[in-house]
């Protein structure tokens, strides 16, 4: 089935063309150089942003993959979770196109095509497999038993793990996404440097607000920022204390659960040393890591046309008065 799936549910406008589960384009319109002077982004201007973008990401999608509007079988579009102006955005537009071509529609969950992403390769997992979703908002273990059915292993109790990665970036002052950044400069630092705390180590759960707060207590005690020369020690204890937990509780899950098998997706995903310490504890542990290429990491279309086919081939279909959900739990449905 040929699919055009659309993503708007924060900061990047994306389409996508996907058929029988291959990608075929995959656009992305990123909103990073207006949202960086203020540090994260800001909700009304990405809906504004949506606006601009959304008709020329979807022609390119459509070039990209060789096809023509009038060829699409089908439609599917993020529902949430997600912003809801931007959500808003993109539900409207396909709305409208599935409407003028007489095609059916379906909403996605956000977190079910973070999931989905790893079938786009060509070495995919199979049921059931544990899976972590880690990104700028979320931060969950599920364990996953079918395309459409999930148990909800652990989750965060207040920062996601990309938050702690802007927030401390917010504090050292270097720029947004706090993510990319730090692991640009960690790179070249010491991870154990700084003894910074790792929270809940006896849970499922995650938290990284005292994570936060250790920076921010060191910041203080000092009085100042720390120096170019200590920010490579700083920024990579500080994202390794983040790494070491999500490895260490995604990995338990794996074990509690008698699985063999564990995908890590979500935007945090792209991170180098969290893709390398979970490719060390799978070859150790003998579980077969399932992480989609980065650009798939990161918010995007594709993904959102991946699980869109399969719900649309199973006969999943949404009316035209379909509206977005700002909060969206991942859980098993039919």
Not at 14 to 21: I, L, N, R, S, T
Not at 98 to 117: K, Q, S
Not at 254 to 269: H, K, L, P, S, W
Request: aromatic residues 6%; neutral net charge.
């Amino acid at each position: 089935m040929l699919v055009l799936g659309i993503e708007s549910s924060c900061d990047e406008t994306a389409a996508a063309v996907v058929k029988d589960g291959k990608m075929l384009s995959n656009v992305i319109a990123s909103q990073i150089k207006v949202h960086s002077k203020y540090g994260g982004v800001v909700p009304e201007i990405a809906s504004r942003k949506h606006i601009e973008a959304i008709n020329p990401v979807i022609e390119q999608a459509l070039s990209d993959a060789g096809f023509g509007l009038k060829e699409i079988e089908g439609i599917a579009v993020t529902r949430g979770p997600g912003l809801i102006g931007s959500l808003l955005i993109g539900l409207a537009t396909a709305k409208a196109l599935a409407y003028a071509l007489n095609i059916p529609l379906v909403g996605v969950n956000h977190l079910e095509g973070h999931i989905t992403a790893v079938f786009l390769a060509e070495k995919v997992p199979e049921f059931p497999f544990a899976a972590l979703v880690v990104s700028g908002g979320h931060t969950n273990i599920y364990l996953v038993k079918n395309y459409h059915d999930f148990q909800l292993i652990g989750q965060t109790r207040d920062d996601a793990a990309g938050e702690a990665f802007d927030k401390a970036a917010k504090l050292l002052n270097l720029g947004y996404p706090g993510g990319v950044v730090i692991d640009k400069i960690a790179k070249g630092g010491n991870p154990q440097a700084v003894a910074f705390p790792r929270a809940m180590k006896g849970s499922a759960d995650f938290s990284f607000s005292g994570l936060k707060t250790s920076l921010l207590t060191m910041l203080k005690k000092r009085g100042r920022d720390f120096s170019a020369e200590e920010l490579p020690d700083i920024t990579a204890s500080y994202q390794e204390a983040i790494v070491d937990v999500l490895v260490e509780k995604t990995m338990r899950a794996v074990q509690d659960n008698d699985i063999r098998q564990v995908v890590v997706c979500g935007g945090v995903a792209a991170n180098g040393r969290l893709r390398e310490k979970f490719a060390d504890a799978a070859f150790k542990n003998k579980i077969d890591l399932f992480i989609p290429q980065v650009i798939l990491c990161t918010d995007n279309a594709a993904m959102i046309a991946a699980i869109g086919e399969i719900m649309l081939t199973n006969g999943c279909r949404d009316s035209l008065d379909l509206n977005a959900i700002s909060r969206w739990p991942l859980v098993a449905h039919s």
